[in-house]
Structures are given as C-alpha cells and as structure tokens.
C-alpha cells in the first residue's frame, strides 16, 4: 500500500532543496490527495509554483515554524507531516544561536504540540548525523529535537506517532561542499580543511525515498539511519577538479574529521536490516513488538563515516558531479 495516496501531506521547510524534490517525487509517483507547502520565504514559492506549474494538488502556506497559530492552520485536515523546517547552515547557527534554538528546538515543540492536539497520523522529522555527538549548536539542536520527537508519542498515545530520519551529508544540496568546490575550481584553489577529513554521503533523491519508505514502515518512536556511501574529501576534490592546487586550511570551529550516524551506545538498543539501521526508543511504550524482524548490532559496533565498509570511488563520484 503507497502511504502517500490521496494523503493531505504538510511539508515544513517545503521550498528548500529536500522539500523541492521530496514535492517532485511525491507528485510523479505517489498522487497525494493535496501537499501543503509551509515555509517562510514567499519568493521561494513563487519559484516553486512556477517550477511545478501551478499542480492544482499543491498548497501554498507563508509561516514559520516559531508561530504555533499558524501551524494549528496549516495542520487542520492533515493526514501526514514532513518536518524539514530548520536553521541548518553551522556558522551561522553559531553566531546567531538563540534564533537556531528559536527555530529548531522551539519549533519542533511546536510541531509536536500543533500535531498531537489537531489529531495527525504520522510525524516524520528529518535530522542529520551532526545530531550524533555534536560538537556545534546546529548539532545540539538537531540532537534536542531528535529527543523532543521521540518522547513525543508518550504525550500522544497511540493516535499520533512521531519518528525520525537521520542521515549524512546530501550531495549539492544548500550547504554541501560540492558547490563551494565548484565554484572554487574557477580560481584555481581547492581549499581543504583536513585531508583525512571523510563524510557520508547520499543524493537527495535517494534521502526522499528513504523518508517516504520509511513514513510508511514507522510505528512510533524510531530513529531511521540508512546504509550510504562514504567518502573522503580529498577524492571528491580531486573529482571535481583534478589538477587545481589544493589549500589546506585547518578543522574549522564545530567541524568534525569524522561523521557518526549510529554511536555505540546505540547500537545497544538497535536493529540491522538490509539497506538501514533502527534506534529503537527506550522508553516504556516501546515493546519488541513493535518493530518485527532486523539483528542486533555486535557490542561496541558504530557506524561512523570513517569505519564504513561501503566507499564511493573517484569514479563514481565523477559521474555524481558531471549530473549536477
């Protein structure tokens, strides 16, 4: 059964680069009944209405995710939210963390309680491996949210449920290093932070597919973590531009070599499947039944970008870049 089917789906963050192609894909293959775009940025849809031609199934809705009002609007009818919404970019989340707490912790509160009280199905948020860990604020609140989400379907019952997505790095998506390199290649210099630097690594296709599968396995309280790619930086710059001189400029603040998506600790409470991983929730609405089948990770195991046993080679990274 395609979960999506006639559903009447709010996206939050709507016009950025996960909510223009999870829109594409869900229009193409899953015909919503109606998906309602949610956002701040009113030349952003505008945009958005062009690029997808004035779909008669799309909605468009100017607010922010801080304005609980306006959620409780936009939410009246909703079968389904896509929470997307969020201050992603780490300098700025840095320099300006109140607002990234205001928008990102603050706003995921609101979400849950927008939800719960107009009564909707399923709750899928999208974090991010800088959850795992954090060393910057963007990551605090990433983490704060997971844990907001999560403990949100003991607020709710059974009549809501409220899961998570966490995955790496998106591959050309806003504040990808694949755009800095391209453009830097005009100039001759590459500038590299750490050359043992590796990151995860996954197009946003493929993160659109993994969210929709999984709105429709989640019961209530997982953490989905997808089996991807790593790579290392220096490869991608080498497949970006081959012969450019390279310019090592040091780990900047809040920046790790290494990403995590699954930490030991963890694994202690997760399930291996084929192609993603599980946290299942430690709390008392959780029971083994839940979640049938999967095998419980070895002791100590982590799934860190570094450690990965699958690696994106040169190659295909050239072809990731020439799609761009």
Not at 163 to 183: A, D, H, K, Q, T
Request: aromatic residues 8%; glycine residues 8%.
């Amino acid at each position: 059964m395609d979960i999506l089917k006639n559903k009447i789906i709010l996206l939050t963050g709507g016009t950025g680069s996960f909510g223009n192609k999870f829109t594409e894909i869900v229009l193409q293959k899953h015909d919503p009944k109606v998906i309602r775009i949610f956002s701040r940025d009113e030349k952003k849809q505008l945009d958005m209405m062009n690029k997808f031609k004035e779909d008669d199934r799309l909605r468009f809705f100017l607010g922010d995710v801080r304005d609980k009002d306006r959620l409780h609007r936009a939410m009246t009818g909703v079968d389904i939210v896509v929470h997307a919404a969020a201050l992603k970019q780490v300098p700025a989340c840095e320099y300006n963390p109140i607002e990234a707490v205001r928008t990102n912790i603050d706003g995921s509160i609101n979400i849950i309680d927008a939800a719960i009280d107009d009564g909707i199905d399923r709750i899928m948020a999208i974090s991010s491996d800088k959850a795992v860990h954090p060393v910057n604020l963007y990551g605090a609140t990433k983490m704060t949210a997971e844990k907001l989400f999560i403990q949100g379907n003991t607020y709710a019952g059974k009549d809501t449920k409220f899961s998570c997505v966490r995955y790496g790095n998106v591959i050309g998506s806003r504040g990808s290093v694949v755009p800095l390199f391209l453009e830097q290649r005009k100039t001759g210099v590459i500038t590299i932070t750490d050359e043992n630097m590796t990151r995860f690594w996954i197009t946003l296709e493929q993160g659109v597919n993994f969210v929709i599968n999984c709105i429709g396995r989640m019961k209530g309280g997982e953490i989905f973590i997808p089996k991807i790619p790593s790579m290392k930086l220096t490869d991608l710059a080498d497949a970006i531009a081959p012969n450019t001189k390279r310019k090592i400029i040091g780990v900047r603040p809040g920046e790790k070599i290494h990403e995590i998506l699954l930490t030991e600790n963890e694994a202690a409470h997760s399930k291996e499947f084929e192609k993603y991983f599980i946290v299942e929730p430690e709390q008392p609405f959780w029971t083994e039944k839940h979640f049938v089948g999967g095998t419980r990770p070895k002791e100590g195991f982590r799934y860190s970008s570094d450690l990965n046993t699958k690696w994106l080679t040169k190659k295909e990274l050239m072809t990731v870049v020439k799609e761009m």
